[in-house]
């Protein structure tokens, strides 16, 4: 099994900053696809960043410029560096691994969700 803990939400200032943990442990051979989504109150849930094995990266249009996903591959731990932060970003941030496992099945596992509120 695999297991994600997010942690690095809080509560900012807007035009501040924060940094997204998500450290995954288990039985993992490789991370595959990361991905950082966030929801907002009654609003659907959206893709924030995405990052392939080889190191491609992608961005929603409202965060580019501002975000970055990046990785550790001995910590196994993802990372959403946020930056510039506005009102409108906070919401719930959920990290999402495309996983091997040791049994080379590639399943996919959510976090648990971290809060992040921008006051302004």
């Known amino acids: 099994q695999v297991q994600l803990v997010e942690s690095g939400g809080g509560l900012v200032q807007a035009g501040g900053s924060l940094k997204l943990s998500c450290a995954a442990s288990?039985?993992?051979?490789?991370?595959?696809?990361m991905r950082w989504y966030r929801q907002a109150p009654g609003k659907q849930r959206e893709l924030v960043a995405h990052?392939?094995?080889?190191?491609?990266?992608n961005y929603a249009d409202s965060v580019k410029g501002r975000f970055t996903i990046s990785r550790d591959n001995a910590k196994n731990t993802v990372y959403l560096q946020m930056n510039s932060l506005k009102p409108e970003d906070t919401a719930v941030y959920y990290c999402?691994?495309?996983?091997?496992?040791?049994?080379?099945?590639?399943?996919?596992?959510w976090g648990q969700g971290t809060q992040v509120t921008v006051s302004s």
């Open positions: 999402n691994l495309d996983v091997k496992d040791t049994a080379r099945l590639i399943r996919t596992f």
């Open positions: 288990g039985s993992i051979f490789s991370i595959n696809v």
């Open positions: 990052m392939t094995s080889g190191g491609s990266t």
